[in-house]
């Protein structure tokens, strides 16, 4: 039996200790926001932070997480429901295409902003590097970070506007 703290929830899993904690969280507890990419770190796409910092959840054992907070796409929004702004952002700059790897990035973006509050271009891409989007989506990724980051601001819905008129 292993406890884990879970976007603020205790929940007890009968799980072998060395059981990836992604697999944990997908098959256990039903969350599945987090999805499995190259299942070797590699990709990004199973981020999810552990104690605030973000990791790869495919290669952590869920024996790692005793103690500790871990935090999922599913519990970045407000209590409320409110979307996160890195949340927001990523819908008003449409950067999704295919959206697989995107709560992996979501996840890294909100850590590096926690982490940098106004990154540059050149920190955004180091930061990032580790998350692999196969749509080739990094443009809008990072015009996202920079929005919810408020050093842009969005002109996606802008253009939605004029359309429409």
Known sequence: MVTISINGNAEEIDVDPAMPLLWAVRERLGMTGTKFGCGIAQCGACTMHLDGEPIRSCSTPISAAE?????????IADPDGTLSKVQQAWISEQVPQCGYCQSGQIMSATALL???PRPTDEQI???????????????????????????????????????SA
Do not use: F, L, P
């Not at 103690?67 to 519990?75: A, D, F, L, N, Q």
């Not at 990032?128 to 989007?133: A, F, L, P, Q, V």
């Not at 990094?138 to 996606?156: D, F």
């Open 67 to 75: 103690g500790k907070e871990v935090t999922t796409i599913e519990g």
């Open 114 to 116: 926690r982490e940098t």
């Open 125 to 163: 891409k180091a930061y990032m590097s580790g998350n692999i989007c196969r749509c080739g989506m990094y443009g809008r990724i990072r015009k996202a970070i920079k929005v919810a980051a408020g050093i842009e601001t969005t002109t996606r819905m802008d253009s939605a506007e004029e359309v």
